[in-house]
């Protein structure tokens, strides 16, 4: 009568939790390994990714800003790269879009999730490798940025405050993205409209040019909204002055924006056919 | 307590009454299904017939309305964790990672079965030796041909030792040299005795692999049985020949309509018209012969034939195997082993 256990339709035994948590942690580190795999086999990706923001760092150093004056030590390049910087970190994430679409049209989310793998592990493999590719992109731009006259004024901790402030900001558009891209489902679709919202949000920010030179039904956008929060947030840890009210308004938006988006990218996971 | 000696009795795939919609779309509408161990379903349809829905289904990708499925007697819903230990699937495209090599995509999908790394390693190798791809290993897979790419998507389908695998439209798309490779190695797998289910619109396809064979159209079961079963539907011999000038077609239809047990079949584009002639065989033949050239139509390929699958679909359905477009419009598919590149995969 042992073979009752066996009894068709049985639930099997199924792992603890303290195994299906260990199982997480290794699928999302195999997952990040692949695409950081993927990544450095196309180097194609690292210069799509850094080429626009040096051109955007050349073009407003020395073409536009000459006739943006700013109040700000050091001049215009040290108003100019906190923004840049940012602006990066939301564009990184063209690729987190674009890559799952690819994944999900070519059949690889389908393959992926009718396996026994952690389910958490797709998305959560994407962002951590493309953090990393993100930091590694701000970097980068900030080695651009020193080799065109950008300092930090304001001193190391505070510096590295700022990547961070920059990275934690990339990774919750990554994961407006990854929902963009996942609910959206196909490369094309992604890349022609998916993102589009990115450029008046960045550019209608304090990232290029002072908010005050804008006329004033603008203002009242500019001044409002999270770029802009981050933006001078970053500003004030890289060169100094009152941080504090735009941290706190940063760090509200940004919670706000995992919270409604990451169960959404997580829905549309599931749901992605 | 006939079930408990009763795991080898049961079947591999099990579906009852299954149902699905998508919105006003029924895709499924009530579907049984019964796979025993180690045999080959073959499931044939056309484009937008249900095929897909059913097996991403089966595969628990998707949830069904109503109805129940049961894969090596795990509820796809209830149980969805083990059903998922039990199966590998193959789906229309290849499903890998372009940008890396074929040992990669096998190395990573094993550890996602969380093998160690000295055994996924091992997988790696064995599968690209089974499949023929050792030798192309450690080149990107988007340096592959069509065929090595679905070789590969087959191996990965392959790495945790499936008991049920599923093959949605394994060679759809691939040339006619790279089909048959692939049928040798869906052979070889059921030889292993891994239970098979495989959805094509091939009607040869599904001639040549499966044991059985059900047929599906706007989401039900219209027929099952083996191929010889399906075959006997149609009710014996099939006379079929082309009519080269394309503005008769008209004339030999009613020409050889007094002739045949049922509806002439005329396919427009191509030419070709058959009728089934029951067991009349080559006294059929005579008569054809005589009726066309008393209606004066120039006909070529004249010949007597068993029935196709084509054929049983015909007789089934009243038309032919064909493939939804998006747009709604039909478009008659080609007959034999040539494979169109026409086919796109629909939403489902």
């Not at chain 1, 303290?18 to 692949?34: E, H, K, N, P, S």
């Not at chain 1, 890559?99 to 009718?114: F, H, N, P, T, Y």
């Amino acid at each position: 009568m042992t073979a009752v256990a066996e009894r068709v339709g049985a639930p099997r035994s199924e792992p603890g939790l303290r195994v299906r948590f260990g199982w997480a942690v290794t699928d999302t580190l195999t997952i990040t390994r692949r695409n950081l795999l993927v990544w450095m086999r196309v180097p194609a990706y690292l210069v799509f990714t850094v080429i626009q923001p040096v051109m955007f760092v050349l073009l407003f150093r020395y073409v536009f800003g000459g006739a943006i004056p700013v109040h700000t030590v050091g001049g215009y390049v040290n108003f100019l790269m906190p923004g840049i910087i940012a602006q990066t970190a939301a564009f990184a994430t063209f690729g987190t879009a674009i890559a799952l679409a690819q994944e999900l049209k070519k059949g690889v989310i389908d393959r992926l999730r009718s396996m026994p793998m952690a389910r958490s592990a797709v998305l959560a493999g994407r962002l951590v490798a493309d953090t990393l590719r993100m930091l590694i992109t701000i970097l980068i731009i900030i080695g651009v940025g020193y080799a065109v006259g950008f300092r930090f004024t304001n001193g190391f901790v505070p510096a590295v405050a700022m990547v961070a402030l920059a990275t934690v900001f990339g990774v919750a558009i990554a994961v407006i993205s990854a929902y963009t891209g996942l609910a959206i489902g196909d490369e094309e679709s992604v890349q022609a409209f998916g993102l589009i919202w990115l450029f008046p949000l960045t550019f209608l920010s304090s990232a290029f040019v002072p908010i005050s030179t804008m006329p004033g039904w603008l203002q009242a956008f500019a001044k409002n909204q999270p770029v802009t929060y981050v933006i001078d947030t970053m500003r004030g840890l890289a060169l100094g002055g009152p941080v504090e009210a735009n941290l706190w308004k940063s760090l509200v938006w940004l919670a706000g924006i995992f919270v409604v988006f990451s169960p959404l990218a997580v829905r549309a996971y599931r749901r992605a056919s | 307590m006939s079930q408990v000696n009763g795991v080898g009795g049961q079947p591999a795939i099990l579906v009852e009454g299954l149902t699905k919609s998508f919105g006003e779309v029924h895709a499924l509408r009530g579907i049984d299904l019964s796979v025993p161990r180690g045999t080959v379903l073959g499931v044939l349809g056309p484009n937008g017939a249900g095929k897909t829905t059913a097996v991403r289904i089966l595969t628990t990708l998707l949830l069904p309305e109503g109805g129940r499925a049961l894969v090596e007697g795990y509820d796809v819903v209830r149980e969805a964790a083990a059903v998922r230990r039990s199966i590998g699937l193959a789906g229309q495209s290849a499903a890998i990672q372009e940008e890396l090599t074929g040992r990669e995509n096998l190395e990573i999908i094993g550890r996602l079965y969380h093998l160690s790394w000295p055994r996924a390693r091992r997988r790696a190798i064995d599968l690209l030796e089974q499949f023929g791809l050792s030798d192309a290993a450690d080149r990107a897979a988007k340096t592959y041909s069509g065929g090595m790419q679905r070789r590969l998507d087959l191996a990965a389908s392959l790495v945790g030792q499936p008991k049920v695998l599923f093959l949605d439209e394994p060679t759809t798309g691939l040339d006619p040299r790279s089909r048959l490779g692939m049928w040798d190695i869906i052979r070889s797998l059921v030889a292993d005795g891994t239970t098979l289910l495989l959805t094509t619109q091939y009607l040869d396809e599904a001639d040549e692999l499966a044991n059985e064979i059900v047929v599906i159209d706007h989401g039900l079961v219209i027929a099952a049985g083996t191929s010889e079963e399906l075959k006997g539907r149609v009710g014996g011999d099939v006379v079929e020949f082309t009519v080269p000038d394309r503005s008769r077609i008209g004339d030999a239809v009613t020409a050889i309509a007094k002739i045949g047990e049922g509806e002439p079949h005329a396919d427009k584009e191509t030419g070709v018209v058959s009728v089934g002639v029951g067991g009349r065989g080559s006294e059929a033949l005579v008569e054809a012969v005589r009726h066309l050239d008393g209606a004066g139509v120039e006909v070529r390929d004249l010949a007597l034939r068993r029935p196709s699958l084509d054929d049983v679909f015909l007789a089934l359905t009243g038309h032919a195997a064909e493939e939804e477009q998006p747009n709604g419009r039909r478009r008659g598919r080609r007959r034999g082993r040539g494979t169109s590149k026409t086919v796109e995969r629909t939403a489902s």
